[in-house]
């Protein structure tokens, strides 16, 4: 598991966020978080909780790399708010419970980036906002 960032992919997250015209959408800067711009979205999914959007999981493939990887974005009052995010990814049916790569504490913007190595199988990903979850399994098989 992975609980630190590095300077550099913060910086470069910091960045890009930096850069975006006011009232973009988070997500277009999240797949500059995963390091190259081999990365293309190939999922979102809405964090819910109350009926409200608290955040979403933006997901990435690369077939240069041939990894995923997966940002958790919040939204509204979570984007630019520090509080609890989360984000983890792991390769569907893996044996244990834990996920291959997680990263959650207290954040202003995002959780992650994570990634995982999955050629000729699905994945699993896990989003968190404060106490506001989701898991989507066995998506984006390949």
């Keep these: ?5 590095t300077f550099g ?3 470069g997250a910091l960045v ?9 959408a988070p997500a277009q ?9 081999s990365y293309v979205q190939v999922g979102s999914y809405k ?3 109350g009926g409200r959007h608290r955040g979403s999981i933006e997901v990435f493939y690369s077939s240069r790399t041939q990894k995923n990887c997966a940002v958790a974005v919040g939204v509204g ?13 792991r390769v569907s049916g893996a044996k244990g419970n834990g996920w291959a790569e997680l990263d959650q ?8 980036p994570v990634f995982v190595k999955a050629p000729g199988k699905c994945i699993d990903v ?10 989507v399994k066995s998506k984006h098989c390949g």
């Design 9 to 11: 992919v913060v910086a």
């Design 126 to 135: 896990y989003g968190v906002m404060a106490t506001a979850t989701r898991t």
């Design 29 to 37: 800067a999240a797949s500059n978080l995963c390091k190259d711009a």
């Design 77 to 89: 009052d979570f984007y630019g708010k520090r509080n609890y995010k989360g984000v983890g990814i």
């Design 105 to 112: 504490a207290m954040y202003k913007y995002y959780a992650g």
């Design 47 to 49: 964090i819910i909780y």
């Design 1 to 5: 598991m992975r609980f630190r960032r």
């Design 16 to 24: 890009a966020l930096a850069g975006m015209p006011l009232g973009a």
